[in-house]
């Protein structure tokens, strides 16, 4: 049976040149980079290299403004958590939007039970965050606004560059959740006025296990893992050295190849999308029509559950998902699909696909090649399905 | 030049074994285990196996009781703030030693600072913690005892079954970090009535970014770090897989290994330290001389200083260090060695050598080779060395 692996917002494959890369940290260089040994020197050194090459990719000129976390989840943490409760002298408001990732939701939900307030901003239903909202709910008590570059569920893309002007001009920090856009989109940190910016090593073909963080010069953060005070005193814990070199390595590939394989995505999600749109009665796409990530497709079927369709795949060999991977164990519909006005039943029903690295044009066509029949085999058994829509099919 | 590494408390080079289980998870089976389809099946059942390895590790009989973190200091982080947090209605209290991991020592600052009271437990010359006192310390506000089970700086093993009988006496928990004492000397969890337990996987010769947490059941303890709510909740982010399929395994292997190996390193450990104080005069040990881990050797000279000693032999190929990575960085002595009632000179001219697996006898010889001339000429270049001492070498 033909595997094909259409989940890469969930888990990608570590890059063989970034494994090829990381090898030796593994079994030979191993020294701690803490200390002053021939040994502890190397390492220091490879994850200073690291440290440059992430800081390339994201248009940082300042290697040291990136810190190296366990992975996204602890880089949101850290940057919301760390940011709020250092400059509670400034201010108790934060922004945020209503389609962030579970690490920043959860962790302003824990902040407001700290005495924060938080306001989450809507979207319109193309998942796009409303500015006009963000200037009404900006005061000078917001101390920090944190909104994603882009989402990763839906594939849209965020005015980034319209809320950094708006959140400066009133004085407060801007923290962006730039998991789904790294390595896919260009970012310049510095060109988009951004404080702090968060990365995950596995979204962009490095290992599991690593994140960074971007912190500008002169931002006032505290820690949230404290110890032998590792990481300018911002992340303690002996240094991952493999993941980071890792990370590194994968940022430097992805930096050069980040335009061709965009390209090469855009046109197979592209495909991808007129084709189910094309083929299946009553399907709709999720998120924006243009401005969404080249490796995007989130669709939905009315009349049947998305975990039903991923059932089906799986059993001919295709791994996609219904969202996120840190909401798809609950059986709550997808908080972004909801916030794009979409109802229970909608949201349910749908499906996401992210293509990656290994996909090719024939991948699309053996998933074009089976929904169609799967769709109408579930609507068939669906007690929702309207009598003419399946003698339609 | 002979290469010869001892400063397996700092680093450890991962099992080739271990590396070889982790390999798959790189590049081919990278799905996400909180996903239903195949891929995520097959991760999760990794995870899962990994964890039951890791418990047997430490005589757990339910896997469920062990968290994944990205290391012990983030392990030592969750236990210290999760638990005080999650407590504060039963009391305010919490008792720690003075010999501490600076990942458990740095928290109970933070903690201090928000309200909490720290008892800091005296110790003996040796580096024995002081039961005594502890029985003293314990009153109806403590909640939380965080003792190690052994300094991995100075080698000694603490009497934590007294103490657990103690702190449960008074209806305390007790978090016991594990980092130097796991696979180097029998832990059991259930035998010693530990609440929680902190691992690293790198000093099982496992992969650095990993570490676990063992949490008895019905223990009240929030997360520290949030997001889509893996770990059942206590952890949350995508698991490291690979990270975690490697530490299972090296947790497997050590726990067939460990008796053997910790006899051949007690001989190794035993002739080296027999070695240097008989061949370089005004040598001691530190640390205790006979209830010690088997790859420890921490010794002091007078009137030098560790850290040129450390340079000296790093020229010779030999990696040791002079105490903590944690702490090496700074010009601090070691905390460990003040809190034995040594002298900061004396702190300062100790050297700690960790020995591991690819160490044999040639590796001591060749230290044992060194070690007295090079002592030797630090001492005759110190305006601290007595006239006769330098006639006497």
Redesign the interface.
Known sequence: MRRV?L?HA?????D?RV?ETM?PY???K???P???????NE?REAIETARGRVAKLIGASKKEEIIFT?????S??LALKGVALRNRDRGNHIITSSIE???VI??CK?LAKQGFEVTYLPVDRYGVVDVAALEKELTEKTILVSIMYANGEIGTIEPIREISELVHDHGALLHVDAVAAAGQIPIDVEAEHIDLLSL?S?DIYG????GALYIKTGTRIMP???????ERGLR????????IVGMGKAAEIISAEMETESRRLAKLRDKMIRGILESVPVSFLNGHPTNRLPNNVNVRFSYIEG?SL??S??MEGV???SG???????LEPSHVLLATGLKHEEAHGSLLFTLGRQNNEEDVDYVLGLLPGIVRRLRVMSPLTPKELIGDV
Request: charged fraction near 10%.
């Open positions: 692996y989940d969930a888990g990608r494959p570590v063989g494994l090898l593994f079994t030979q191993y020294g701690n803490s200390m002053v040994h021939t040994p502890g390492a366990s992975g996204a989840t602890e949101n943490n990732h579970m690490s959860n962790v824990d995950s596995n290992p599991r296990g690593v949230i893992i404290q110890g032998g005070g590792q303690s814990g002996t240094e991952n050295l493999p993941g975990e991923i059932l795949l799986d791994a996609c998902s996120s991977a840190c909401t798809s164990k609950t």
